[in-house]
């Protein structure tokens, strides 16, 4: 595709002492169809006091997740040149799907995160200062599709197949099969990083949004009343 055009990315939010520093995962091709499941919880069951419950009710917000693949070639990232060229000539694709991988396992991984060990020019401290985080959490992501999808996600399944190696058997071309999950205002109640006022914004934003879209359908409504008329 010829000209400028936006790319989806996930961008994964690392907290520090003083900024929190993002690993973006940008989309190298965007992916040309996607898969945009919805889930309805079931009624909550009936209390002790009742016989039957109201089938109706709900206990919270549908679930929503997304799945994809994304292409990666490092052929392409090589010929446009610059420091991911440079990149991709020495690592093939495999920094991309490192970065993807990184999204499945706890920040707080024998402290070994992406950025585990924070230095004095981030926190102030000595060189071995450590960043601190609850056991077993993963930080914060948002996926990124447009000025009108920013949702607050966590990747729940990753499946790569590599197709093409270089002489090292270092991956240059591959897709990789993403599943993410949005986070619920719920959920993120439990977020307690300092990135959790973004991650509301972010849900409250894109649903908003949805709202004013569904209001905008009314139009199609009456247009199709009007057509069901027999007059």
């Not at 690392?14 to 091709?29: A, D």
């Not at 440079?86 to 920040?107: D, H, K, Q, Y």
């Not at 102030?124 to 930080?139: D, E, H, L, M």
Request: net charge negative; glycine share 8%.
């Amino acid at each position: 595709m010829s000209g400028f055009y936006l790319r989806g990315a996930i961008v994964e939010f690392m907290p520090t002492p003083l900024i929190p520093i993002p690993n973006i995962i940008v989309f190298q091709y965007n992916p040309e169809t996607m898969s945009h499941a919805w889930t309805q919880p079931e009624a909550p069951k009936a209390g002790p006091n009742q016989t039957t419950t109201n089938p109706l009710a709900v206990e919270g917000n549908p679930g929503e997740s997304f799945s994809f693949t994304l292409s990666m070639d490092a052929a392409d990232s090589i010929a446009d040149g610059g420091a991911s060229g440079a990149l991709a000539s020495v690592t093939g694709i495999a920094s991309r799907l490192a970065a993807l991988e990184m999204l499945l396992f706890p920040s707080s991984d024998s402290e070994k995160g992406l950025l585990g060990t924070v230095t004095a020019a981030l926190g102030g401290g000595g060189a071995s200062q450590k960043r601190k985080v609850p056991a077993s959490t993963i930080n914060t992501c948002l996926f990124v599709w447009g000025p009108g999808r920013i949702v607050p996600v966590r990747l729940t399944a990753l499946t790569v197949t590599e197709r093409i190696y270089d002489t090292l058997l270092i991956p240059v071309k591959a897709e990789a099969q993403v599943t993410l999950r949005a986070l619920t205002d719920e959920e993120l109640k439990h977020n307690t990083d300092t990135l959790k006022d973004l991650a509301n914004v972010a849900n409250t934003y894109t649903h908003g949004l949805r709202q004013a879209l569904a209001v905008a359908n009314l139009v199609n409504a009456a247009d199709s009343i009007l057509g069901m008329l027999p007059i």
